[in-house]
């Protein structure tokens, strides 16, 4: 999408009520013929217990080799604060993240980590990729130990 189509970027924007409404954007990839890849974390994600109600913290970290197009950083931060009130097991809200992304721009490849804090006494960590990382790609760990009081 051009820039001057982008409809949160530079504008004052309230945050959507829920993921469904949130409007993840894209803008283009200034280097499609390049293989990189581009890191998004979010280390304060924070969601609902379907069950309880209570809020549920935890850190994500999006890692995606871009082709065509980039998720707008904006954006993001919207759809992901969209959560904040959405009730959702760790499981859904990480995979769901990674899904809209995927629709969104259609990464050569992607991943995502979701390191949630402790619920009931036991961290629950969530991981999925796209399939495996495309050769050459250069990628970093996420240094995240184990649950130790990150």
């Not at 209570?54 to 065509?68: C, E, K, N, S």
């Not at 259609?106 to 991981?127: E, H, K, S, T």
Request: aromatic residues 10%; glycine residues 8%.
């Amino acid at each position: 999408m051009p820039k001057e189509e982008l409809k949160q970027l530079g504008r004052a924007t309230p945050a959507p009520a829920s993921p469904e409404q949130a409007q993840l954007e894209r803008v283009e990839n200034p280097h499609p013929d390049t293989l990189y890849c581009a890191r998004f974390a979010a280390p304060e994600f924070t969601s609902i217990c379907p069950v309880t109600g209570q809020p549920d913290f935890g850190m994500l970290v999006i890692d995606y080799a871009p082709r065509d197009w980039l998720v707008e950083s904006k954006s993001l931060k919207l759809f992901l604060q969209s959560f904040r009130n959405h009730g959702a097991f760790h499981e859904d809200c990480t995979i769901l993240v990674a899904k809209r992304i995927v629709d969104a721009i259609a990464p050569a490849w992607l991943r995502i980590a979701g390191y949630w804090n402790p619920r009931g006494g036991m961290p629950i960590d969530v991981f999925w990729q796209t399939g495996a990382p495309p050769d050459g790609l250069w990628l970093t760990g996420h240094d995240v130990p184990l649950y130790r009081g990150r």
